[in-house]
């Protein structure tokens, strides 16, 4: 099964980097700079996981999150910000983010970690509705 990523942060180099990384370990990666991007590709190609900033023009992050939620809610979320409080790690928390990641991203293994764990929920929710699926037609 290939993952497929779609990273929202509105500072180029941020993207740039996060998507050299994550294609060097073998992901299908795609980029936006804010949240309106994210959903308008989302809209166009089936996202597994959505790795968003809080902090952007247009949408933010956790706008984009409740979007994420109500309109594709099989795909998991991971935030990475530099702007933390109490109040929005709240937020993200309850429109469904998978964690929290504090920048600056100065090592990539909290991220590889979260991602991982996404993956296997991933992984596990396609393998039930399989089965569900299989139970429906063979009644």
């Known amino acids: 099964m290939t993952i497929h990523i779609l990273i929202v942060d509105d500072e180029s180099d941020i993207r740039s980097m996060l ?5 060097f370990s073998g992901y299908s990666v795609d980029e936006a700079e804010n949240g309106c991007d994210a959903l308008e590709k989302m809209s166009r190609r089936k996202t597994d996981i959505v790795i968003t900033d809080i902090m952007m023009p247009v949408m933010d992050g956790v706008d984009l999150l409740r979007n994420i939620q109500q309109q594709y809610p099989m795909t998991r979320t991971i935030v990475i910000t530099g702007y933390v409080t109490l109040e929005n790690a709240l937020a993200c928390l309850r429109h469904g983010a998978d964690t ?15 991602i991982e764990r996404s993956v296997r929920t991933v992984a596990h929710w396609v393998e039930l509705l399989k089965k569900l699926s299989g139970m429906k ?3």
């Open 19 to 23: 998507s050299r990384h994550l294609r």
């Open 100 to 114: 929290f990641i504090l920048k600056p991203l100065e090592d990539l293994g909290e991220l590889d970690e979260a």
């Open 137 to 139: 037609t063979k009644k």
